[in-house]
């Protein structure tokens, strides 16, 4: 089964600094979709990025990008001048076909005034 | 419209009760999802439904029980159920057919079981 694994429970970043998550994953598929959500104290899960396994161009919105290193099956979400809207749970997720996303443990963000 | 609409937002409810939670979106997914989160923790799969029918069932006790009533509609029949049930719990929808598509998320059910 595909497992995504996170392993920084909890991050801390200065307004306006950069900070990065680490995501990697299992997988014996060649073909799939990657994903970070944040899920910020209101609860609802809002999609932030995506990238899909054939193009090997990062995926990039805005203040947000990653670095896809589909040999090392890794998956890290990189967020500039962060802002104290940032902070939240994120979740990286995981999907191929038609199958149920596949969700790490999350990473608690914290951004210090 | 990009929304899932989840009612209602908080529940608290006795072991005894018989209560539902509603979602509902307007995209024209046809796959829908019920998940459960704990604190601090990621979502769990529960339910999924693909064009209007029961695909997945992880293994979830019988006082959950699910309902699709049309394209649009996910419901979840809650009865009998135990404090450990006390969670958030999400509804998602995503495109069925397509490969590869993101799910979008409803903003959530805070239940509490006393």
């Known amino acids: 089964a595909q497992t995504v694994t996170q392993s920084q429970p909890e991050m801390s970043v200065q307004e306006a600094e950069t900070v990065t998550l680490s995501c990697t994953y299992d997988?014996?598929?060649?073909?799939?979709?990657l994903f970070w959500y944040k899920q910020p104290p209101s609860r609802q899960m809002i999609l932030v990025i995506r990238?899909?396994?054939?193009?090997?161009q990062n995926a990039t919105e805005n203040r947000f990008s990653v670095n896809f290193q589909k040999a090392a099956k890794s998956f890290s979400l990189k967020i500039s001048d962060s802002q104290l809207g940032d902070a939240a749970m994120y979740f990286c997720?995981?999907?191929?076909?038609?199958?149920?996303?596949?969700f790490g443990k999350g990473t608690r963000l914290s951004v210090i005034a | 419209d990009t929304e899932v609409t989840q009612t209602p937002k908080h529940l608290v409810m006795g072991m005894t009760n018989k209560k539902s939670l509603k979602c509902e979106q307007h995209?024209?997914?046809?796959?829908m999802y019920w998940y459960k989160q704990k604190a601090k923790k990621p979502p769990e799969l529960m339910f999924v439904?693909?064009?209007?029918?029961?695909?997945i069932n992880e293994s979830v006790p019988s006082r959950f029980s699910p309902e699709c009533p049309n394209s649009s509609l996910l419901n979840l029949h809650l009865h009998a159920l135990q404090p450990e049930d006390s969670a958030l719990y999400l509804c998602?929808?995503?495109?069925?057919?397509?490969?590869?598509?993101?799910?979008?998320f409803g903003q959530g059910t805070r239940l509490t079981v006393v």
């Open positions: 990238q899909e396994a054939y193009k090997q």
């Open positions: 997988t014996s598929e060649s073909d799939y979709y």
């Open positions: 997720a995981y999907r191929e076909g038609n199958t149920p996303l596949v």
């Open positions: 439904y693909s064009y209007e029918k029961l695909s």
């Open positions: 995209m024209g997914h046809r796959a």
């Open positions: 998602a929808s995503s495109q069925a057919d397509s490969y590869n598509t993101e799910a979008f």
